[in-house]
């Protein structure tokens, strides 16, 4: 197999690439999780992506006094592993292949929600 094959980031069944542009300088823990800039975030909240991407959700994995403090518009607030299964993975709706998922923590590099 060629050498490029490796060299495109895949998302984490390695059906397809990722929709948003990512930072390839950011060091996630997490293989399957890619980190986006704030410029990108803020591209998306206002609409930029929108050919690409029919719907995103934001979840917000910081403290409710964090997220009750200011949070990213649209972004839900979801502390526990459990409130994730609940909420999101127990039933999940897929409308589309073009969902985007992105989880917010902030500047901490283990939350509540990341062994999801």
Do not use: W
């Amino acid at each position: 197999m060629d050498s490029s094959y490796y060299d495109t980031p895949l998302i984490g069944d390695n059906s397809r690439e990722y929709i948003l542009p990512y930072d390839g300088n950011c060091n996630s823990e997490h293989c399957d999780f890619k980190c986006i800039s704030p410029e990108t975030m803020a591209d998306l909240v206002r609409g930029k992506f929108e050919k690409e991407i029919d719907e995103y959700l934001i979840v917000d994995t910081r403290y409710p006094y964090e997220y009750d403090g200011g949070h990213i518009t649209g972004a839900v607030n979801v502390v526990t592993k459990e409130d994730m299964t609940q909420k999101y993975l127990a039933n999940p709706v897929i409308t589309s292949s073009r969902q985007v998922v992105i989880f917010h923590c902030e500047f901490s590099f283990e939350t509540r929600t990341a062994d999801v």
